[in-house]
C-alpha cells in the first residue's frame, strides 16, 4: 500500500518535473535549432539568393490548397502541376477559381492552407508580390492593366527586368542593349509605330498586346496569362497564338482562357477546374471526351 | 548647366523659374535703390510678403510631388511645414538671450513665466545655427519616414490614408498647444530679435530671407523636376495610376512611396524654417487642419501634377487671400470655397490646365493657316 503510494508519488513528482521544465526544454531546443549551421532561416534568405530547384521535372507545386471567401470555397483541395518549358491551358466556368489560383501565385491572396512551391524549394507564400516578380513569375491580368498616362515605350521601360530598389530606379540610364530589347519587343507585339503614344489611347487589343509585351520585358520564367484575347480580332488571336507557343520551352506558360478554339489551337495539355479543384487533365481530345468535362462545361 | 538639365521640355517650369529670377533681381533693387516717396518703391513690407508667398510656393511645390506625382492626398502636410518652422523658432528664441522680458541669458520668456528651472533637453543645441538647420531636415524627415514606413506597409491608401494624415497634424495641433510641451503653448514662438547676427527688423535681412526663398523655391523645384523626369518618377506615376500592377512587375511599392514622401516632407519642413523669421511668428495654429486643406486647394487651383502649376496657385491663392481679408475681411472663406467649386467646374487641371489648352489652340491654329 505504502509502497505503491511511494510509487504514486514518485511518478507525481517526475511528471511535475517533466512538467516544470518542459518549457525551458522546449527554448533549449528552439535555441539549439536556431544555431544549425545546416540551415537557412526564412528571415535570412535574400530573394536574389533563391534558387529555382526544377531537377524533378515541374516549375510550379500547387498542393492541397483551400481558400475560402465568406464561407465559399473557390478554392478546394486543388493539386496542380506545371513542368518547366510546358505551355498549359487552363479552362473552367466562371467561378472555377481559375483567377484565384494567379492570386495565390503571385502573392495577391493568401490561402487558408496548402502549399505552393517554385520550383522544389521556393515556397511562394512566404513571398509578397515584388518578391514573387523579382524571382520570376509575371502576370498579364484579365482585364489589360497598363500604365495610361505613360507611353507604350515607357510603359515596357519600366516592366524591364533589372534592379527595382528605390536609389537604383532614380538614377537608372537606357543603355544599348536596354534599348535594343524594347526595341525587339516592340517589333514583337507590333506597336514600334505607336511606341510614343500614351498606352491610355490604344485600342483594347494593343493593350492586350502591350501587356504581352510587358510581360515579357520582365523575362520571367513563368509567365500566368488571364485571358490573352479577350477582345481581339481572329487575326490577332493567331499571332498571340504564335507568340504564346513561340515561348514555350524556354518559358513555362500558364494559360487561362475562354476562347475554345483558342485553346485548341495552342494547348497539348489541359486542364479543366470546376469549383474550385481539378476536374480533368490530358491533352484537348481527351479532356473533350471526358464525360464529366461534357457535362460541366463543354457540354452546356 | 547640368543643373538645367531637368528643365529639358517643361515650357511652364522654364517661364515660371524666369519669372522668379526676374523678381528676385527687380524687388531688391526697387526696394533698396529706389527713394521710399517714388511710386516705384518696393516696400519692406511688399518684399516680405512676397517672400512668404515663396516659402508657401516651395509648401505647394512638395505637396505636388506626393499627390500630382505618386496619388497621395495628403491633408497633413502642414504639419510638417510648421516643425520646419518650430525648428528654426527655437533657434531664433535663442538667439534672443538676454533681451527678453525678463533678460534671462539662456530661457526663453514662457519658461521663465512657467517658472522653470533650466532649459529641456530638446531645446540643448539650438542656439547653434547649424544644428537648428539640420533640425529643420531631420524632425519633418524622421516623422515622416515613422509615419510612411507605417501607413504604406499596411497599404493605407486613398482615403483613409488621407484622414490619418489629417488626424497626425491635428494631433501635433492638441500636442503644440500644451504648455507642458515646452514649445510655447498657445502664443507659440515670437519676439524674435536677430538671426546669425542679423537683426530682422532691418531691410537687409528682409531682403535676405526673400532671396533664400527665391532660391530655396527654384532648388527644390528642380530637384523635383529632376526625380519625375527619372525613371523613378516614372514609376511614382505608374503608383498612382495602377498600384497592384507595378506590385506584381516587382516594384516595392511601400519603399518607393516612403522615399518621396520622406522627400517631400523635408522639403515643407525647409520651407517653414523660411517662412517663420519673415511673418516673426510660429503658434499652434500652423498645425490646424484647415491649413492643410488650404494648401491642397493651392495645388489643385494651379494645377495638379505640373510642379509649376502648384507655384501659380499657391501665389494667386494668397495674393487673393491677402487681397480679400483686407478688403472684405468676412467675405475672403467664401471666395475661398467659391474658387474652389469654380475650378473643379471649370478648370479641372487648374490654371496651368488652361495655359496649355491656349497653348494648343494657339499651335492648332498655327497648324490650320499652314494648311490654308
Redesign the interface.
Known amino acids: 500500500m505504502s509502497a505503491g503510494g511511494d510509487k504514486g508519488v514518485r511518478d507525481l513528482l517526475q511528471r511535475g518535473r517533466a512538467f516544470d521544465f518542459s518549457g525551458q526544454q522546449q527554448a533549449w531546443l528552439q535555441f539549439k535549432e536556431s544555431m544549425r549551421r545546416d540551415r537557412t532561416f526564412d528571415f535570412m534568405v535574400n530573394v536574389k539568393d533563391l534558387k529555382l530547384d526544377v531537377s524533378h521535372g515541374p516549375i510550379l507545386y500547387i498542393e492541397d490548397l483551400n481558400v475560402s471567401f465568406d464561407g465559399f470555397k473557390a478554392i478546394n483541395n486543388l493539386n496542380f502541376y506545371v513542368d518547366a518549358g510546358e505551355l498549359r491551358c487552363v479552362i473552367g466556368a466562371n467561378g472555377a477559381g481559375k483567377t484565384t489560383m494567379m492570386d495565390i501565385i ?1 502573392g ?1 491572396t493568401r490561402p487558408d492552407s496548402g502549399s505552393v512551391f517554385f520550383g522544389q524549394q521556393i515556397d511562394l507564400l512566404k513571398l ?3 518578391e514573387i ?2 524571382i520570376g513569375i ?2 498579364k ?1 484579365q482585364k489589360p ?6 507611353s507604350v515605350f ?1 510603359n515596357l ?3 524591364m ?1 533589372g534592379d ?3 536609389f537604383r ?4 540610364k537606357l543603355n544599348g542593349p536596354q534599348r535594343d530589347r524594347i526595341d525587339e519587343v516592340l517589333g514583337i507585339i507590333g506597336l514600334r509605330e505607336h511606341a510614343h503614344r500614351d498606352a491610355g489611347s490604344l485600342s483594347h487589343g494593343q493593350k492586350q498586346w502591350l501587356e504581352i509585351g ?1 510581360l515579357l520585358m ?1 523575362d520571367p520564367l513563368l509567365l500566368l496569362v488571364d485571358e490573352p484575347v479577350a477582345g481581339m480580332t481572329h487575326q490577332e488571336m493567331d499571332r498571340t497564338a504564335e507568340l504564346l507557343l513561340s515561348l514555350q520551352g524556354k518559358h513555362s506558360v500558364v494559360v487561362v482562357e475562354h476562347d475554345m478554339d483558342f485553346v485548341r489551337s495552342i494547348a497539348n495539355r489541359v486542364t479543366v477546374l470546376h469549383q474550385g479543384s481539378v476536374l480533368a487533365e490530358g491533352s484537348m481530345e481527351q479532356v473533350q471526351n471526358d464525360p464529366r468535362v461534357v457535362e460541366v462545361y463543354l457540354g452546356e | 548647366m547640368g543643373l538645367l538639365k531637368p528643365l529639358r521640355g517643361d515650357t511652364g517650369g522654364q517661364v515660371m523659374l524666369g519669372v522668379l529670377l526676374l523678381v528676385a533681381i527687380v524687388v531688391p533693387v526697387l526696394n533698396l535703390a529706389v527713394p521710399d516717396g517714388n511710386p516705384l518703391h518696393v516696400s519692406t513690407y511688399t518684399v516680405t510678403l512676397l517672400g512668404k508667398y515663396l516659402t508657401y510656393a516651395l509648401l505647394a511645390v512638395a505637396v505636388d510631388l506626393v499627390w500630382g506625382y505618386l496619388g497621395i492626398l495628403s491633408l497633413g502636410h502642414g504639419a510638417f511645414f510648421a516643425l520646419g518652422g518650430y525648428a528654426m523658432g527655437m533657434y531664433l528664441m535663442r538667439q534672443i538671450g538676454d533681451r527678453g522680458v525678463y533678460g534671462d541669458p539662456i530661457l526663453p520668456d514662457f519658461m521663465v513665466f512657467l517658472n522653470w528651472p533650466e532649459l529641456p533637453w530638446f531645446w540643448q543645441g539650438f542656439d547653434q545655427f547649424w544644428y537648428a538647420s539640420l533640425m529643420v531636415v531631420l524632425v519633418p524627415g524622421v516623422l515622416a519616414f515613422v509615419f510612411g514606413w507605417l501607413a504604406f506597409r499596411s497599404r493605407v491608401t486613398g482615403v483613409y490614408l488621407s484622414i490619418i494624415t489629417q488626424a497626425l497634424t491635428y494631433a501635433l495641433m492638441l500636442a503644440f498647444f500644451r504648455n507642458e510641451m515646452g514649445f510655447g503653448g498657445n502664443n507659440g514662438l515670437t519676439d524674435f530679435k536677430d538671426i546669425l547676427g542679423f537683426s530682422l527688423q532691418s531691410d537687409a535681412t528682409r531682403i535676405g530671407l526673400f532671396l533664400a526663398s527665391a532660391l530655396a523655391l527654384a532648388l527644390a523645384y528642380l530637384a523635383c523636376r529632376w ?1 519625375v523626369g ?3 518618377g ?2 511614382a ?2 503608383i498612382r ?2 498600384e ?10 511601400d ?2 512611396k516612403v ?1 518621396i514622401w520622406t522627400f517631400s516632407a523635408v522639403l515643407a519642413g525647409i520651407a517653414g524654417a523660411l517662412y517663420v523669421p519673415q511673418v516673426g511668428i510660429i503658434n499652434p495654429g500652423e498645425f490646424s487642419p484647415l491649413n492643410s486643406i488650404e494648401l491642397v486647394i493651392w495645388v489643385a487651383v494651379g494645377g495638379r501634377a505640373t510642379l509649376y502649376g502648384a507655384v501659380i496657385g499657391a501665389i494667386v491663392v494668397n495674393y487673393g487671400k491677402s487681397y480679400f481679408s483686407g478688403a472684405f475681411p468676412e467675405a475672403w472663406l467664401f471666395a475661398l470655397g467659391g474658387l474652389f467649386v469654380f475650378v473643379t467646374l471649370f478648370l479641372p487641371q487648374g490654371i496651368a490646365g488652361l495655359f496649355r489648352q491656349l497653348r494648343r489652340r494657339r499651335n492648332g491654329a498655327a497648324a490650320a493657316g499652314v494648311t490654308a
Open positions: 503571385t495577391k509578397s508580390e515584388p516578380a523579382e509575371g502576370r491580368f492593366t497598363v500604365f495610361e498616362h505613360h515607357e521601360e519600366l516592366a527586368a527595382k530598389r528605390v530606379t532614380l538614377f537608372a510587358m520582365q | 526625380i527619372s525613371r523613378l516614372r514609376v506615376v505608374a495610376d495602377a497592384a500592377r507595378t506590385r506584381f512587375i516587382g516594384y516595392r511599392v519603399r518607393v522615399a
